[in-house]
């Protein structure tokens, strides 16, 4: 399926009516599987940061809440952290795609966070026609957290600072808001039992907040097609890795910096339950709804066992059927 855009709204003017109904008619076992079912969306990348991007992810994201879904929102902002960090003439220090945080940069991720990244994501949700709401890990208790401490890196590792990792997460704030139709957005920031102020890795909230929540799906948006085979190739797409092998390809180092937080959160997210996790390439126009609404999908999709697709019908062929098609959702 082929979008273009003109404004805020899809246009399909190069399209029979034909072409039309068969786009719907292909969406119609996704919409029927999903119905009622809560979508995870780890929102990052270009797709943040370019008006175009911006634009089509709030409608993909208002359109799956008009149509049964519950879409939970968790959104990154790193690029825009590390821009207010260089003009106040400080260098951001990354290990393992994480982000080294001492006590002001912690209170400079939280200010574009929480402050500016998502009240902007929650206004153009409403522009859309939806009805955001803005959150915090740190609103209702939501993320209950402690400092990582040590990363993993030559004989003694790095101390990461004021980044947090999940203890848990307390659902019921989000339960209410997904009860009464609408949209919650979360900037990854929360508390430790000391009141710090904690940066967590937006990644690895989504994937514990997947899990949490009893999510159908986690998709993560990124700048790449997804996991590459080599990553020196970008046509080596892998459609479908397992939890063995991602874990296999990073070690190899063929998964490696701000990819290794991604695949974390989807391991985690499948570890707690969510039976499909998703890496896509938030670049591409409409990259959600081409993901959820179509039967080749985009992007690669981690899978907790040795793969759960049908051998004899593969819904990522010409001509699936619509059961087989409905066995990639």
């Known amino acids: 399926m082929r979008c273009s ?20 008619v292909e969406a119609l076992p996704y ?16 797709a943040m940061t370019d008006a175009t991007l911006k634009e089509m992810v709030a409608l993909d994201i208002v359109l799956l809440r008009y149509i049964g879904m519950n879409p939970v929102i968790v959104h990154g902002g790193g690029k825009e952290i590390t821009g207010v960090m260089r003009r ?4 951001p220090v990354f290990v393992n795609g994480l982000r080294v945080t001492d006590g002001e940069t912690a209170e400079i991720a939280e200010m574009v966070l929480t402050g500016r990244i998502n009240q902007d994501i929650v206004t153009l949700i409403n522009r859309g026609g939806g009805k955001a709401l803005g959150l915090s890990g740190k609103d209702a208790n939501l993320v209950v957290a402690r400092r990582k401490g040590l990363e993993p890196q030559g004989e003694k590792g790095v101390d990461l600072g004021y980044v947090g990792s999940v203890v848990a997460i307390n659902t019921e704030i989000i339960d209410v808001v997904c009860r009464e ?25 989504a994937g514990h907040l997947a899990g949490a929540l009893g999510a159908y799906k986690l998709v993560v948006l990124t700048d790449v097609e997804g996991i590459l085979a080599d990553p020196k190739d970008p046509g080596s797409l892998l459609q479908q890795v397992t939890i063995a092998e991602a874990r296999e390809m990073v ?27 998703h890496i896509i390439d938030g670049r591409k126009p409409h990259s959600l709804l081409l993901e959820m609404f179509t039967n080749r999908g985009i992007g690669t999709m981690i899978i907790g066992g040795q793969g759960w ?12 059927s619509p059961a087989a098609a409905a066995a990639r959702c």
């Open 5 to 24: 855009t003109t404004g805020s709204g899809l246009a399909t003017n190069g399209l029979s009516s034909a072409e039309k109904a068969e786009v719907i």
């Open 31 to 46: 919409i029927r599987t999903f119905f009622g079912k809560t979508v995870v969306i780890k929102y990052g990348g270009a």
């Open 88 to 91: 106040l003439g400080k260098e």
């Open 181 to 205: 139709g609408f949209i919650p957005v979360i900037s990854p920031v929360a508390s430790d039992d000391t009141g710090a102020t904690l940066n967590i890795n937006a990644d690895h909230l």
């Open 251 to 277: 070690a190899s180092g063929r998964i490696a910096s701000g990819m290794i937080p991604k695949v974390d959160a989807c391991i985690t997210a499948l570890e707690q339950g969510v039976p499909r996790t």
């Open 309 to 320: 697709l049908p051998e004899t019908a593969s819904p990522t062929g010409p001509g699936a």
